[in-house]
């Protein structure tokens, strides 16, 4: 078990909120539906698709919780494991909150309340700081500030995974991306939003991801240009690239007319797959495409329900080791699995 003083494989620099909803018909009037506010965030996705591998001793957030915290959602989150989440209280405001507005199958998302933003700094003089791998969701612009706050602090090099904001995913920012790129470990857009960057046209098809993949790459991803890019692609899966090898695709978890079936919302299932992926990077000492599988696997999870996958139990493993199971079923179970269909179909692991 990793020592409360050691540094954490993962920390996200993204935020908690508290979800709340509406829901109304194709004409704008209320349908009666309800949903109670839920947990929600980029960040807190993200650590959670860490933490169905890693235990909370390993990873963690921060979470600013106001005046307002609700309790059913302080003891969901303590279900997870309480040491991963470093709280901020201020008794002199709310927590963040947003509003999901249904319009018919359209989504609309605002903030109710001012965003706290998170920086490599807050971390410092914590049980989270100097972390082996961040992750952060942002501008591009934003993103250059983040690596500029890591590199003032002597001896820290952290793996980045970087995952950009949809909503700036746009041309203009593009060399804001540029100029931050040779800092990134890993840029993963979902292919939207890495063709909308790129002024390519839509819709995404594996022959523009993999273009819009090499036009990444060529603009020099990580140190030396020895990153990764990783395209999430929904029900195509994930395509990853780095410079000298050809493009790897792995499949999604639940593909095809079966596992159409067991997808009920994919909210968040793109933050949740780059803490899969970053804790794959941990088990899989830096491979990336290995790291792509325990990614799949996280994003596997999420999208089976409403909120966040639940940790319903442990299993035994020749009556020793024991490995815990998400709503219930094991990872490590579905990560062979993967790998076998994988095998199969490449003729390879």
């Given at each position: 078990?990793?020592?409360r003083?050691?540094p954490?494989?993962?920390?996200?620099?993204?935020?908690?909120?508290?979800?709340?909803?509406?829901?109304?018909?194709?004409?704008?009037?209320?349908?009666?539906?309800?949903?109670?506010?839920?947990?929600?965030?980029?960040?807190?996705?993200?650590?959670?698709?860490?933490?169905?591998?890693?235990?909370?001793?390993?990873?963690?957030?921060?979470?600013?919780?106001?005046?307002?915290?609700?309790?059913?959602i302080?003891?969901a989150?303590?279900?997870?494991?309480?040491?991963?989440?470093?709280?901020?209280?201020?008794?002199?405001?709310?927590?963040t909150?947003?509003i999901?507005a249904?319009r018919?199958e359209?989504?609309?998302?605002?903030?109710?309340?001012?965003?706290?933003?998170?920086?490599?700094r807050?971390?410092?003089?914590t049980?989270l700081?100097?972390?082996?791998?961040?992750?952060?969701?942002?501008?591009?612009?934003?993103?250059?500030?983040?690596?500029?706050?890591?590199?003032?602090?002597?001896?820290w090099?952290p793996?980045t995974?970087?995952?950009?904001i949809?909503?700036?995913?746009?041309?203009?920012?593009l060399?804001?991306?540029?100029?931050?790129?040779?800092?990134?470990?890993?840029?993963?857009?979902?292919?939207?939003?890495?063709?909308s960057?790129?002024?390519?046209?839509?819709?995404?098809?594996?022959?523009?991801?993999?273009?819009?993949?090499?036009r990444?790459?060529?603009?020099?991803?990580?140190?030396?240009?020895?990153?990764?890019?990783?395209?999430?692609?929904?029900?195509?899966?994930?395509?990853?690239?780095?410079?000298?090898?050809?493009?790897?695709?792995?499949?999604?978890?639940?593909?095809?007319p079966?596992?159409?079936s067991?997808?009920?919302?994919?909210?968040?299932?793109?933050?949740s797959f780059?803490?899969?992926?970053?804790?794959?990077?941990?088990?899989?000492?830096?491979?990336?495409?290995?790291?792509?599988?325990?990614?799949?696997?996280?994003?596997?999870?999420?999208i089976?329900?409403?909120?966040?996958?639940?940790?319903?139990g442990?299993?035994n493993?020749?009556g020793?080791?024991?490995?815990e199971?998400?709503?219930?079923?094991?990872?490590?179970?579905?990560?062979?699995?993967?790998?076998?269909?994988?095998?199969?179909?490449k003729?390879t692991?």
């Open positions: 078990m990793a020592s003083d050691a954490r494989d993962f920390v996200s620099l993204g935020m908690f909120i508290i979800d709340e909803f509406s829901f109304a018909d194709e004409d704008g009037n209320p349908t009666g539906k309800t949903l109670a506010p839920q947990i929600g965030g980029g960040g807190t996705y993200a650590a959670i698709g860490a933490r169905i591998w890693l235990p909370p001793s390993r990873l963690g957030m921060i979470i600013d919780r106001g005046n307002d915290f609700p309790q059913h302080q003891e989150l303590d279900a997870y494991g309480a040491d991963m989440w470093l709280y901020r209280d201020n008794p002199d405001r709310g927590t909150r947003a999901n249904y018919g359209h989504r609309g998302f605002e903030y109710l309340t001012p965003r706290i933003r998170i920086s490599p807050d971390l410092a003089g049980r700081a100097r972390p082996r791998i961040i992750h952060f969701i942002c501008s591009p612009t934003r993103a250059g500030a983040i690596v500029s706050e890591v590199k003032q602090e002597n001896g090099h793996t995974v970087y995952e950009p949809p909503d700036r995913c746009v041309p203009e920012e060399p804001a991306l540029k100029d931050v790129l040779p800092d990134i470990s890993v840029l993963s857009p979902n292919a939207e939003e890495a063709l960057l790129l002024s390519m046209p839509l819709p995404p098809t594996k022959e523009l991801i993999e273009e819009a993949c090499r990444f790459l060529e603009m020099g991803v990580g140190p030396d240009g020895n990153g990764a890019v990783v395209i999430r692609s929904g029900a195509m899966g994930a395509c990853i690239a780095q410079k000298g090898q050809p493009f790897n695709w792995v499949d999604a978890y639940w593909s095809g079966e596992g159409a067991k997808v009920v919302d994919v909210t968040g299932a793109g933050n780059l803490g899969g992926l970053a804790a794959g990077l941990v088990l899989a000492n830096g491979d990336v495409r290995k790291a792509t599988l325990y990614a799949t696997v996280s994003a596997s999870f999420t089976e329900q409403e909120g966040l996958p639940r940790l319903t442990t299993s493993v020749k020793e080791q024991q490995l199971e998400w709503n219930g079923d094991s990872p490590h179970r579905r990560l062979r699995e993967l790998q076998d269909r994988l095998a199969r179909t003729g692991k």
